[in-house]
Every structure is written in C-alpha cells, then in structure tokens.
C-alpha cells in the first residue's frame, strides 16, 4: 500500500483549517469585529465586512478564496479600513473605531487540534522525514498555538506572513524553507486546506500538493491544484 509521502523528505504544513480547526479560530472573531465595530461606530457593516472578508456568516464558514481564508492579518486590517472608509465614516473616526474592536483571536484558548498533532510529528519524524508549518498568521500568535499542542519542538521550521517574505500563493515560504533545510522542492510535499495553501506547492515545484478537507477548501476546490486529497491530516500517521 502506497503512502501520500512516498519520495518525500519535507512536510510542510499550512496552520488553520490543517493543523488547528480553522472555523473554531476565526469565525467567532469574524462575528465579534463586526459586532465591535458596529458598536464604535453606530453603523450597520455586517454585510460589507462578511463580504470583504469571505465570511458567510449563515453557515459560519469562509469562502475559500476570500481574505479569511490565507490573508496575513495586516492586509486583512488594511482592508477593513477600506471598508469603513467606502461606507461613508469619516477616516479619524474609521481609524478609532478600528484601533477599539481590532483584535487577533486567542491562539491558545481557540486552537482546536485537528489530529493528535504530537503523535502524528513524532511518528512522522520516526521515518526520517523533516517536518515545517508555512502560515499566513503572525509569528507571535502560531508559535503560542505550537507551543500549546505540544509540537514546537518537533519542527524544524516555521515561517509566518510577517517573517518579510511574500506569502501565499507565492511559493516564497516553501522554497526559503528547502534552501534552509537543504531538501529540494522535489522531495518536498505540502499539506494544505486552501487553494492559496496548494497553489504555493504548485508555484514552488514541490514534489506532491496534499489537499485537505479538514478547513476551507472543498474538494471543488482543491481538486484542480492536489494531487492526494484526504479527509483530514490524521491520514498521513505512517501504519
């Protein structure tokens, strides 16, 4: 029986939505920005601020090409500026209302593991493979969700939107990670729930695009950039 990592040296893992339960993180932050900065400003914005970001917020679920979904959170501020700004509030008080509801979910109380993620490293480094999250979170707030799951020190690498590299779909993250690890983008793999997540692994020349079903992505989504697709990461745990 064949395993999605035959001939793969590096597994490099995208964050929420693949490793951390991505609904369970940002959905409720979706809802609470809208609702904090409906209240700073007196202005009804659920409706343009979902659809900036790509947030249904009916099914609780972020469109998998929105912002949302693989947006560094400064460009997702940036926009949402643009927001208030389009609507018709003026930009001293669009700055205040967003210096008073912006806030970054807690990445500890909010990190709903999306697979044993201390088993699933360990048993993968067992078989001599290097291990790597490439994320669109800042550092500060992934290497807390790490830290907490019990895996920061099962990595080898770890690089985030706000390391000054271009992040996804660019394949910046992936490639800095294989020159830093001396592993080619062919024995490389990338595991991702997003089609910014698989279309770095494609732009990068990785030897294998893992889709996930685990987050945003449907498999719609994901088909025309995988080249495996599973249900969730708990499905590469070597027998």
Same mark, same amino acid.
């Given at each position: 029986?064949?395993?999605?990592?035959?001939?793969?040296?590096?597994?490099?893992?995208?964050?929420?939505?693949?490793?951390?339960?991505?609904?369970?993180?940002?959905?409720?932050?979706?809802?609470?920005?809208?609702?904090?900065?409906?209240?700073?400003?007196?202005?009804?914005?659920?409706? *343009?601020?979902?659809?900036?970001?790509?947030?249904?917020?009916?099914?609780?679920?972020?469109?998998?090409?929105?912002?949302?979904?693989?947006? +560094?959170?400064?460009?997702?501020?940036?926009?949402?500026?643009?927001?208030?700004?389009?609507?018709?509030?003026?930009?001293?008080?669009?700055?205040?209302?967003?210096?008073?509801?912006?806030?970054?979910?807690? *990445?500890?109380?909010?990190?709903?593991?999306?697979?044993?993620?201390?088993?699933?490293?360990?048993? %993968?480094?067992?078989?001599?493979?290097?291990?790597?999250?490439?994320?669109?979170?800042?550092?500060?707030?992934?290497?807390?969700?790490?830290?907490?799951?019990?895996?920061?020190? %099962?990595?080898?690498?770890?690089?985030?939107?706000?390391?000054?590299?271009?992040?996804?779909?660019? +394949?910046?993250?992936?490639?800095?990670?294989?020159?830093?690890?001396?592993?080619? +983008?062919?024995?490389?793999?990338?595991?991702?729930?997003?089609?910014?997540?698989?279309?770095?692994?494609?732009?990068?020349?990785?030897?294998?695009?893992?889709?996930?079903?685990?987050?945003?992505?449907?498999?719609?989504?994901?088909?025309? %950039?995988?080249?495996?697709?599973?249900?969730?990461?708990?499905?590469?745990?070597?027998?």
């Amino acid at each position: 029986m064949t395993s999605p990592l035959d001939g793969i040296d590096l597994v490099v893992f995208d964050k929420d939505g693949t490793l951390i339960d991505f609904h369970a993180m940002w959905s409720g932050w979706a809802r609470d920005l809208a609702a904090g900065l409906e209240a700073a400003t007196g202005r009804d914005l659920r409706v *343009p601020l979902y659809r900036n970001l790509g947030y249904d917020d009916a099914t609780g679920r972020a469109d998998a090409h929105g912002q949302l979904a693989a947006t +560094p959170m400064a460009r997702i501020r940036d926009s949402t500026m643009t927001v208030l700004l389009e609507v018709g509030i003026a930009p001293d008080d669009a700055e205040a209302a967003l210096l008073a509801a912006w806030h970054a979910p807690d *990445p500890v109380e909010l990190a709903v593991p999306l697979a044993d993620l201390a088993a699933l490293f360990g048993a %993968l480094r067992a078989t001599g493979r290097r291990l790597a999250v490439a994320t669109s979170d800042d550092r500060v707030p992934t290497e807390r969700t790490l830290a907490a799951a019990g895996v920061d020190g %099962l990595l080898d690498a770890v690089v985030c939107a706000d390391d000054g590299l271009a992040v996804k779909p660019a +394949p910046d993250m992936v490639l800095a990670i294989c020159r830093r690890l001396g592993v080619a +983008p062919a024995r490389t793999a990338v595991v991702g729930d997003s089609v910014a997540d698989l279309a770095m692994g494609r732009s990068a020349g990785v030897g294998r695009c893992i889709g996930v079903l685990s987050g945003v992505g449907t498999a719609a989504d994901l088909a025309p %950039l995988a080249d495996v697709m599973l249900a969730s990461i708990a499905e590469l745990r070597p027998a």
